[in-house]
Nanobody
């Protein structure tokens, strides 16, 4: 069992940047694939990006590819999501997630643990 805590959300103008962080605590020694989903008001949850435990495998959704960058620091049990060139359509609550085993997935149901979420608002 692990706990996930996100931080780094906020209000930014279009074209700006934010960096989200997610710290895992608890039984982190087992190894987890981790990632980010987001949910905008009135919309379904959307996959954003994920990174494997080894940090060698990374995937992005087409909507953020080239603008967002995911990374991880195993020593700190932390992953990051660097978000550049933000657009109003990026406005959402961003959730950190983790799945048992070291692999990753684009599918929400594959993940076992979720953070509380952090709000990202991009103004036009």
């Amino acid at each position: 069992q692990i706990q996930l805590v996100e931080s780094g959300g906020g209000l930014v103008q279009a074209g700006g940047s934010l960096r989200l962080s997610c710290v895992a605590s608890g039984r982190t020694g087992s190894g987890y694939g981790m990632g980010w989903f987001r949910q905008a008001p009135g919309k379904e949850s959307e996959f954003v990006s994920a990174i494997s435990m080894s940090r060698n495998s990374i995937v992005y959704s087409d909507s953020v590819k080239g603008r967002f960058s995911i990374s991880g620091d195993n020593a700190k049990n932390t992953i990051y999501l660097q978000m550049n060139d933000l657009k109003p359509e990026d406005t959402a609550v961003y959730f950190c997630t983790a799945k048992n085993g070291g692999l990753i997935s684009r599918y929400r149901d594959s993940y076992d643990y979720w953070g509380q979420g952090t709000q990202v608002t991009v103004s036009s």
